[in-house]
């Protein structure tokens, strides 16, 4: 996982990537202007794919706290992100973090059918009448 110190901007960012990238995280916020004053705003989110294609989007609010995450994964290759201002603000956005990669494959975990279960509950009960016969057999 890579990971990309804060940074201000100004409207838009357009964050490429040039590795294999399928999943990405971003911790938002907005800076109203130098005085440093409370602020939120909407900002625009799109992710795109190999050959400019848009993957998805998504409007989310942010305040001047930066503590807005939001958390993108894709089955494609994402190339690009682009954050916009919707036009609420007028000081800069500000990118507390980005962290991208690869994510871990998910491995499914076996579990047994219903079928499964059903058949090892006979197999469970004929042994445990195996068992209760044996007993019976040795106390006679």
């Not at 995450?69 to 690009?80: N, Y």
């Not at 998910?106 to 058949?119: D, H, K, N």
Request: aromatic share 8%.
């Amino acid at each position: 996982m890579n990971v990309l110190f804060s940074i201000a901007f100004i409207n838009p960012l357009d964050v490429r990537f040039f590795t294999d990238v399928s999943a990405s995280g971003m911790k938002l916020g907005c800076i109203l202007d130098a005085s440093m004053n409370d602020c939120s705003a909407d900002l625009i989110v799109e992710v795109y794919g190999p050959g400019d294609q848009l993957i998805g989007s998504t409007t989310i609010a942010v305040t001047s706290a930066s503590d807005t995450f939001l958390g993108v994964i894709s089955a494609r290759r994402i190339t690009r992100i682009n954050i916009i201002d919707d036009g609420t603000i007028f000081g800069s956005q500000t990118l507390a973090s980005i962290s991208f990669g690869v994510p871990a494959v998910i491995r499914p975990i076996p579990t047994i059918s219903q079928w499964g279960l059903i058949a090892m509950a006979g197999v469970l009960g004929i042994i445990g009448f195996m068992a209760i016969s044996r007993r019976k057999a040795a106390i006679n």
